[in-house]
């Protein structure tokens, strides 16, 4: 069955750096797909925080995120990695990456509706958990 694991989530400290992966299974190729990352803390909206282009030539990130989080594409793994620096404890939530039907754009993190639900978006990952604290 086609799916998207996440993997690489933990525990942290504030300041701190950690990696998490997207690969494809069960026959899915990310080749040729834009992909997503997303979070969702407690008691909180899901956050779109970042996504890359089919190509990876285009990339987009959100305020929350930026100038922080890298996102980037191993078509040799069929994955693609969000390296996230300088950790918060608001950085706190549960990260999926998502197929984006829609094209990698910063509608597409942040659509007007919220619903990220929508024919835009296809394959979700079940998330990995990261938690910043000291």
């Known amino acids: 069955q086609p799916r998207l694991v996440e993997s690489g989530g933990g525990q942290v400290q504030p300041g701190e750096s950690l990696t998490l992966s997207c690969a494809a299974a069960?026959?899915?190729?990310?080749?040729?797909?834009?992909i997503g990352w997303f979070r969702q803390a407690p008691g909180n909206e899901r956050e779109g925080i970042a996504c890359?282009?089919?190509?990876?030539?285009?990339?987009f990130y959100g305020d929350s995120v930026k100038g922080r989080f890298t996102i980037s594409r191993d078509n040799a793994k069929n994955a693609v990695t969000l390296q996230m620096s300088s950790l918060e404890p608001e950085d706190t939530a549960v990260y999926y990456c998502?197929?984006?039907?829609?094209?990698?754009?910063?509608?597409?993190?942040?659509?007007?509706?919220?619903?990220?639900?929508?024919?835009?978006?296809?394959?979700w990952g079940q998330g990995t958990e990261v938690t910043v604290s000291s």
């Open positions: 890359v282009s089919a190509s990876a030539h285009h990339s």
């Open positions: 998502a197929q984006l039907i829609a094209p990698c754009a910063p509608l597409t993190l942040a659509p007007f509706d919220g619903n990220f639900a929508g024919p835009g978006y296809g394959l």
């Open positions: 069960g026959g899915f190729s990310l080749d040729g797909q834009p």
